[in-house]
Antibody, heavy 118, light 113 residues
């Protein structure tokens, strides 16, 4: 069974870059597609982007200019970078497995809270 | 982007009673080439990540109790909990994936009456 664990700083200053890593265990990272989503405190879910097992990416148009998702198969990790952050980027960030068969996000990490504040 | 609207925002149901959550999309989620509706339902308990309950609008995820069922087609969908249990207290989200940008409803909070 695939398991996911997010890691990264819990506090980022405004205008700086938010960097998170998701470590995949239980199966090969190359076998699946992966996604990042986020959830501001008390609010709903927002998709940030996908990285396919080929390494190709898709991003939310609203974040596309600031987002990069990459994958390191040797470390079994995929990563999120979000530049020029503001308080509006404060959220719980989730890494997920995107199921190509069901098109659902079928496995989620526990999530990591990132606060943007000086 | 496709807008997903859930109703109600919250509901309180007695234990053992039926809970019904509605989800409406701004455009059809039915893909004609395979006759599938590209809609999923998730459950999120406080302090936990979401968990997928249903995909293709009506296919229950493995391990999900049979009291959860999804229905609907096109633009109107429903998640039904046939007999509410205490452990079903959560916020439920619908999500579409027919568009290039997956989008979620605003969530429906289910509580015990």
């Amino acid at each position: 069974q695939v398991q996911l664990q997010e890691s990264g700083p819990g506090l980022v200053k405004p205008s700086e870059t938010l960097s998170l890593t998701c470590t995949v265990s239980g199966d090969s990272i190359s076998s699946y597609h992966w996604s990042w989503l986020r959830q501001p405190p008390g609010k709903g879910l927002e998709w940030i982007g996908h990285i396919h097992n080929t390494g190709s990416t898709n991003y939310s148009p609203s974040l596309k200019s600031r987002v990069t998702i990459s994958m390191d198969t040797s470390e079994s990790q995929f990563s999120l970078k979000l530049t020029s952050v503001t308080a509006a980027d404060t959220a719980v960030y989730y890494c997920t497995k995107y199921n190509r068969g069901s098109y659902a996000f079928d496995i989620w990490g526990q999530g990591t809270m990132v606060t943007v504040s000086s | 982007d496709i807008v997903m609207t859930q109703s109600p925002d919250s509901l309180a149901v007695s234990l053992g009673e039926r809970a019904t959550i509605n989800c409406k999309s701004s455009q059809s989620l039915l893909y004609n080439s395979n006759n599938k509706n590209y809609l999923a339902w998730y459950q999120q308990k406080p302090g936990q990540p979401p968990m997928v309950l249903v995909f293709w609008a009506s296919t229950r995820q493995s391990g999900v109790p049979g009291r959860f069922s999804g229905s609907g087609s096109g633009t109107d969908f429903t998640l039904t909990i046939s007999s509410l249990q205490a452990e079903d207290v959560a916020t439920y989200y619908c999500q579409q994936y027919i568009g290039t940008v997956p989008t979620f409803g605003q969530g429906t909070k289910v509580e015990i009456k």
